[in-house]
């Protein structure tokens, strides 16, 4: 019903920065109305929550991103973006972008493939 790309991924040195993007299609009165977020997987380890973001403007971080990373979405374009700073080898994963509704479960939402984020040290 959704669907999701990620673009932004690369190799970057510890303490660097980098700003993923995901473009969402389909729908367009559905994500209007849709929580988006960014997850993240690293190799051997489950998927866990990176950022969200409500229709509302309202935001959640994983403890460990707050203070360096942001999320945000432009309404116009359909378009939900994670700015990553400061950087560390623990961000290594591969980052995925999801939307849900507000009483979905990110696991039932859309997701997109995927776009890998290696921080070396």
């Known amino acids: 019903q959704v669907q999701l790309a990620e673009s932004g991924g690369g190799l970057v040195q510890a303490g660097g920065s980098l700003r993923l993007s995901c473009a969402a299609s389909g729908n367009v009165f559905r994500i209007g109305a849709m929580t988006m977020g960014w997850y993240r997987q690293a190799p051997g380890k489950q998927r866990d929550l990176v950022a969200t973001?409500?229709?509302?403007?309202?935001?959640d971080y994983a403890d460990s991103v707050k203070g360096r990373f942001t999320i945000s979405r432009d309404r116009v374009e359909n378009t939900v973006s994670l700015q990553m700073n400061s950087l560390k080898p623990e961000d290594t994963a591969v980052y995925y972008c999801?939307?849900?509704?507000?009483?979905?479960?990110?696991?039932?939402?859309?997701w997109g493939q995927g776009t890998q984020v290696i921080v070396s040290s």
């Open positions: 973001v409500t229709s509302d403007g309202i935001t």
């Open positions: 999801n939307a849900r509704f507000i009483i979905a479960t990110a696991d039932s939402g859309s």
